[in-house]
Structure formats: structure tokens, C-alpha cells
């Protein structure tokens, strides 16, 4: 059974990753997207309003945090 500390940090992790309700793309926050204009790191609150999904072209607002 995992400890506090691990269920923290694994809710952590999931929140810092993000999926399209269209396709299920996933932006990951650690990852970031390179070949899209979004360095490692870069927080999902960051993305500028007008960014969209590079598989199916939905706004930022089509995405949910993503919990594996």
C-alpha cells in the first residue's frame, strides 16, 4: 500500500498531464512539445489561449487533466 508521500507525488505527476477530449493527445508539462513550440517544462496554464491541438486542431479549452 503506497505512503502519503507517494500518492502525493503521483497525483502530482498526473496532474502535469493534460489530454484532448477529441483524440487523446497528451501534453505532458515535464515533456513539453518541441516540434510544437512548447519547451520542456511549460505549464499547461501557460499555453497561450490561441494554442491547439496538433493532432486534431481543438482549442486548449478541449483538454482535461489527465490521470493515468
Known amino acids: 500500500m503506497p505512503g502519503l508521500r507517494e500518492r502525493i507525488m503521483t497525483t502530482a505527476i498526473a496532474t502535469r498531464q493534460w489530454i484532448c477530449n477529441v483524440c487523446g493527445w497528451i501534453y505532458d508539462e515535464v515533456a513539453g512539445a518541441a516540434d510544437h513550440g512548447l519547451a520542456p517544462g511549460t505549464r499547461f496554464a501557460d499555453i497561450p489561449e490561441d494554442w491547439y ?16
Request: glycine residues 6%.
Open 53 to 68: 491541438c496538433p493532432d486534431c486542431g481543438v482549442t486548449k479549452s478541449d483538454f482535461a487533466p489527465y490521470e493515468p
